[in-house]
Nanobody, 116 residues
């Protein structure tokens, strides 16, 4: 069964940085589009950043200028570089990858906590 391998979450002080990464287990499929989403308890999951197969990116207004989504096709991995982190960025972050048949795969989520 294919699953996504997420890593990079953790605890960081305000103003700090983290990098999340996401890849299909065993390179089970080539990544078409990729995205990062976040969800706080009791709230809807929201899109943070997405990237297309051709590298076109899109960001939530709240993270523009601070977060950067990227992909390494050789490593079949999608990343989210998060800089200037704020306490409001504290959430569980989920990766979503689509294969070239437009099948969606979701990661298990990784906790990001921004606190002093």
């Amino acid at each position: 069964q294919v699953h996504l391998v997420e890593s990079g979450g953790g605890l960081v002080q305000p103003g700090g940085s983290l990098r999340l990464s996401c890849a299909p287990s065993g390179s089970a499929f080539g990544i078409n589009t990729g995205g990062w989403y976040r969800q706080a308890p009791g709230k809807q999951r929201e899109s943070v950043a997405t990237i297309t197969a051709t590298g076109i990116t899109n960001y939530a207004d709240s993270v523009k200028g601070r977060f950067t989504i990227s992909r390494d096709n050789a490593k079949n991995t999608v990343y989210l570089q998060m800089n200037s982190l704020k306490p409001d960025d504290t959430d569980v972050y989920y990766c979503k990858l689509d294969d070239y048949g437009w099948k969606e795969y979701w990661g298990q989520g990784t906790q990001v906590t921004v606190s002093s």
